[in-house]
């Protein structure tokens, strides 16, 4: 498999092809306890990270969890 190019919050990256939801923020080093995950203006359910394959000219948007407050 070679490297497909993908847009990660604003940024171009390039990334294996083939990988899932989980496989990119695995590859992208993201824990994914803590994050939202948006694929071309959709958000992505968790549940569904296994089954849903990131192609190229992909958008994706990860938003992180930050806890804290009063």
Request: hydrophobic content about 50%; proline content about 1%.
């Amino acid at each position: 498999m070679g490297l497909i190019s993908i847009e990660v919050n604003g940024e171009k990256r390039e990334i294996p092809a083939g990988l899932n939801v989980r496989g990119l923020l695995d590859f992208l080093k993201v824990d994914a306890e803590r994050v939202a995950v948006e694929l071309n203006r959709e958000i992505v359910r968790k549940a569904d990270w296994a089954g849903v394959i990131v192609e190229g000219g992909a958008a994706v948007e990860v938003v992180m969890f930050v806890g804290g407050g009063r």
